[in-house]
Each structure stands twice: as structure tokens, then as C-alpha cells.
């Protein structure tokens, strides 16, 4: 898999930061601080900033 920013990819975060549109590192990024990026999470969960396992899971069953 290619790492590499990806300008037609569809990034669904609504927060802009350097990492926006490149996976690889925005996963990485936030594995370090065992959370997940927003793009794992529904539209309305992806609002509530809660990147936990813990809100992914409540998210996935809702």
C-alpha cells in the first residue's frame, strides 16, 4: 500500500492538519496516543472529538 498523500482521496476529518489525506501517517499518528482518526467514526460520532476504542465500538453498534 502507497503512502503517499492522495489528492483525489475523499479524507472524511473535519479537522485540518498536516497529516489530512495521508492514512498511513494519520493512523500512525494517533495509534501512538491509542485513539483513532476520524474517518474510523460516523459522521455524528466524528463530532464528539471522542477518538477512544471505546467510542469507535459505542459508535459501531449504535
Not at 492538519?17 to 495521508?22: D, F, I, L, S, T
Not at 460516523?42 to 476504542?53: L, M, N, P, Q, V
Amino acid at each position: 500500500m502507497s503512502c503517499e498523500h492522495n489528492n483525489s482521496m475523499n479524507c472524511t476529518c473535519t479537522y485540518s492538519c498536516p497529516r489530512r489525506g495521508k492514512c498511513c501517517e494519520c493512523l500512525s499518528y494517533h495509534l501512538k496516543s491509542d485513539a483513532f482518526p476520524a474517518c474510523f467514526f460516523s459522521e455524528a460520532a466524528e463530532k464528539t472529538y471522542d477518538r477512544s476504542f471505546a467510542a469507535l465500538v459505542r459508535d459501531r453498534q449504535g
